[in-house]
């Protein structure tokens, strides 16, 4: 079972990866498991608290089966999550890269292993199993980069995942082109701060180079990135995505707030105005932008001024979604310790007000689509008897199923909204 982010859903592919080589089979329900790994995510108190419950869950459905837990919750907690009944072995985030040879061990003493704090010293890229492709027979993930040297006030990455890493550029061509030769018609990029990629290599456009490299490898596939920090948005970088006819795009830029004081205080080396610069230059460059954003509600000392200002930035904005969090607080990081903490009612209050700010702004972007064309891409899943599929901007898109549609690329004239995205009918097939 995986909790948490993209990164963990790669993650656990290759820890598959690695129990498949040696023979083992996958099966559907815990219940027939010999063996049951939770990938965990620590990002919230949330977060962690779904994983105590999984693994209670995981235990009703077998109590015979041996539990392994991986991931950040793995390293974070590993004496409390050794207590949970059924739970055979804790790996950390390093360790989880040789899995069975800490499996052998448990199997040769029959005690349970704790396995974690290799990744403070994961300071460069290690190789990773090739993966056949993640997300179905249509998209794929490609990871090229993990951890992050960036210490945001409020985030305890760093800790769990240990310093920026970045596949070089080379190693990242190939494994796009072997998962495009495979018949992916979608490549997306992803990593724990995907910005960040080529800091480590002392590359400050790194990510502008990686993405100019992909964009040379024929085929009719597209590129998306996941989500990209704000100081990887450049001049460059969105001249790259505006020309090419393969890099989607899309940007998901966690803003985390549109309020100055606050952005200082959860260091983040970025100010309103160079978002309002990353907008207008991207909507100088083409229309069709799809935005995505993650806002962070109720950090330490925001005050109804400061998320006001957040609230009315994203009002005025072509932003078309947001991912709304409250701000919680994890032991380790420096925001712990800021003054000016906010009452659980104050922060759902704020959750509340940008909820109904994303529905706005989901609408306007659905709307702006009216009666227009758009690319699509349509993976084998339905919405109330109607194909689903995203358009380059991420534009989720229903048409009325026919023969031969998944994972192809079609034009689609926009008809009406529908109440997730919008409705359409084929304007002209592309040759496969
Ligand atoms: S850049 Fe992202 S992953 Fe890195 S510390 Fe900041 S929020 Fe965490």
Redesign the pocket.
């Not at 409020?154 to 760093?158: A, F, G």
């Given at each position: 079972m995986t909790l948490g982010c993209k990164l963990n859903q790669y993650d656990s592919e290759m820890v598959l990866a690695q129990f498949r080589a040696a023979g083992c089979e996958t099966v559907e329900n815990a219940s027939d498991a010999d063996l049951c790994i939770v990938n965990t995510c620590s990002v919230t108190t949330t977060a962690e608290r779904k994983v105590r419950n999984t693994l209670r869950s995981v235990y009703r459905k077998n109590p015979k089966a041996k539990i392994l837990v991986i991931g950040c919750t793995a390293e974070r907690t590993p004496e409390t999550l050794s207590g949970f009944p059924g739970v055979i072995g804790i790996v950390g985030n390093a360790e989880k890269e040789h899995i069975l040879e800490i499996i052998k061990r448990y199997a040769e003493s029959k005690t349970p292993v704790i396995e974690v704090g290799g990744v403070s010293q994961s300071v460069k890229w290690t190789d990773q199993v090739r993966l056949d492709g993640l997300l179905g027979r249509t998209r794929s993930f490609l990871k090229v980069q993990d951890g992050?040297?960036?210490?945001?006030t409020?985030?305890?990455?760093?800790k769990l995942?240990g310093r920026?890493r970045s596949q070089p550029i080379s190693e990242a061509v190939d494994h796009a082109s072997y998962l495009i030769d495979k018949g992916f018609k979608e490549i997306v990029l992803t990593g724990?701060?995907l910005?960040?990629y080529g800091f480590d290599f002392e590359m400050s456009d790194g990510l502008t180079r990686l993405l100019v490299a992909l964009d040379k490898i024929p085929g009719s596939h597209r590129i998306r990135l996941g989500s990209v920090?704000p100081w990887a948005v450049t001049a460059d970088f969105l001249r790259v995505i505006a020309d090419s006819e393969r890099i989607c795009p899309h940007l998901h830029i966690?803003l985390?707030s549109c309020d100055d004081s606050v952005l200082r205080r959860?260091?983040?080396r970025y100010r309103v105005a160079d978002i309002r610069e990353i907008l207008d230059s991207a909507f100088r460059l083409r229309e069709d932008w799809g935005f995505g954003s993650d806002i962070i509600v109720g950090f330490p000392g925001e005050t109804d001024e400061q998320f006001e200002n957040t609230r009315a930035f994203l009002y005025d904005s072509r932003i078309s979604y947001l991912h709304v969090f409250p701000f919680s607080s994890r032991p380790g990081t420096a925001a712990t310790k800021l003054p000016g903490f906010i009452e659980s009612g104050l922060k759902q209050n704020r959750v509340k007000q940008l909820a109904a700010l994303d529905a706005e702004l989901r609408k306007r972007f659905y709307e702006r689509h009216l009666g227009k064309s758009c690319r699509v891409l349509f993976e084998n899943r339905y919405v109330n008897g109607l194909l689903a599929g995203h358009a380059d901007n991420y534009l989720d898109v229903y048409i009325v199923p026919s023969p031969g549609l998944i994972g192809k690329h079609v034009e689609v004239k926009i008809e009406k909204l529908s109440t997730d995205g919008v409705e359409g009918a084929l304007h002209e097939r592309e040759e496969p």
């Open positions: 992050c040297s960036q210490f945001c409020y985030c305890i990455v760093p995942r920026g724990c701060a910005g960040t920090e966690p985390q959860m260091n983040r």
